[in-house]
């Protein structure tokens, strides 16, 4: 019989772990600035396209890359000029769809393909078209609600079968009627909330997709918000600039992370300047990339802001029965396996990175130490996996460069 082990460690690295904002080149005279755009992050590339400029509403598309800090023009998204409109990645596809165009509200879906750079119309939503709408995916399933439509702001909350393309209603959002919310993804369940309707809210709820449940979670230590920008990085949500209460800009570019576990929030360091409305963000590593937006103006600058790498204690089990043990974690250079008294390391070693691509392989044949070179490896989580005729083991760990 073989036995399956999952160790999951926990780790908080100290507050020396830098954690400032970093500016990048602005984008090339070629990019207009905007408002809006759909963003989203797959295979260490960030994406960015459609949008509201000083030029009218886009459908033009393009790819960041973050070592060379370089934009790339690709064919232009095939749903045509919108705005109001949001995207995100979701294992190993970059997804965007409703919004506003000239002429109608949308409820279409797409998907990008970054093997081929290349989109695929999916089913549409057999719901109002919207704008502004939270846009997210969990379990399997995508998410879309809340916005605005041809009948005003909405609470209405409709769920995507990835498998089946098929569409189907869902418990509405209990909260008020309102559009451009903030939301993200944690752990497979949807948190959503802040946004303006009848005033402008700091609520927040979490929807469990098995159980098509809301949950009330804790208001924002804040004022209410609007129009920023979302994003969720290691079983952490997080919200960022945006306008205030006033439906004015924030006085500072806050960022505010949310940790479902403890239901607490927590503010982190404002990106430079007010806050915007409506600019994009994504995640590559463990940076979050923030760009454009608009502040009186159209802006056409990139901002980047190096997030701690840390391992939620959620996750957290007895390493009783793993007979090994890895050090340093978190690793630097080199990753030490060292056997436990009385047990070997006979078996193949393969280490994953977050989308599951082995990065490094080996087998050995070694009874009590072997070490792993991380030079090609950057900053960021990882899972080494171990099997033999007998036994698997999973062990997650930290790299930072």
């Known amino acids: 019989m073989i036995k399956y082990y999952t160790l999951f460690l926990f780790l908080t690295l100290s507050s020396s772990y830098a954690q400032s904002w970093s500016k990048l080149n602005d984008l090339p005279n070629s990019i207009l600035g905007r408002d809006h755009p759909f963003t989203f992050a797959l295979n260490g590339f960030g994406f960015m396209g459609a949008g509201s400029t000083i030029d009218g509403l886009k459908s033009d598309f393009y790819k960041y890359d973050p070592l060379t800090d370089q934009w790339t023009v690709l064919d232009s998204f095939p749903g045509g000029p919108r705005g109001y409109s949001y995207g995100f990645d979701y294992k190993g596809y970059g997804y965007a769809g409703f919004g506003i165009s000239t002429t109608a509200y949308l409820k279409d879906l797409w998907r990008f393909d970054p093997s081929t750079e290349t989109w695929t119309e999916l089913a549409s939503c057999p719901c109002e078209g919207r704008g502004h709408p939270a846009f997210l995916a969990a379990d399997d399933k995508i998410f879309v609600g809340l916005g605005s439509s041809r009948l005003g702001n909405l609470k209405d909350w409709w769920q995507y079968d990835i498998k089946t393309n098929q569409w189907q209603q869902r418990d509405s959002f209990p909260g008020v009627k309102r559009h451009h919310p903030y939301y993200f993804e944690v752990n497979e369940k949807a948190y959503v ?7 402008i809210f700091k609520d927040l709820y979490e929807f469990d997709p098995k159980s098509n449940t809301w949950t009330k979670m804790n208001d924002l230590p804040a004022q209410g918000r609007v129009a920023g920008t979302q994003f969720s990085y290691q079983n952490r949500g997080y919200i960022l600039s945006g306008q205030g209460e006033d439906h004015d800009y924030l006085g500072e570019g806050e960022f505010w992370e949310f940790n479902p576990l403890t239901n607490d929030w927590k503010q982190l360091t404002s990106h430079p300047g007010q806050g915007r409305w409506a600019p994009g963000s994504f995640v590559i590593g463990n940076k979050v990339y923030f760009v454009t937006g608009e502040l009186k103006t159209y802006m056409n600058d990139v901002l980047s802001y190096e997030l701690s790498p840390f391992v939620n204690t959620k996750d957290v089990t007895s390493n009783t029965d793993i007979p090994f043990e890895i050090s340093p974690n978190p690793a630097h250079q080199i990753l030490n396996i060292d056997a436990k008294v009385g047990c070997d390391l006979v078996g193949t070693f393969d280490i994953k990175n977050n989308l599951g691509q082995t990065v490094i392989s080996t087998s050995s044949k070694e009874f009590n ?27 997650r760990f930290l790299v930072v460069k």
Do not use: V
Not at 193 to 199: A, N, P, S, V
Not at 377 to 386: A, D, E, I, P, V
């Open 193 to 199: 909330g802040f946004g303006h309707g009848e005033g």
């Open 369 to 395: 130490h072997i070490n792993f070179d991380l030079y090609s490896l950057s900053t960021g989580t990882y899972y080494l996996h171990f099997k033999n005729q007998r036994e698997r083991y999973t062990m």
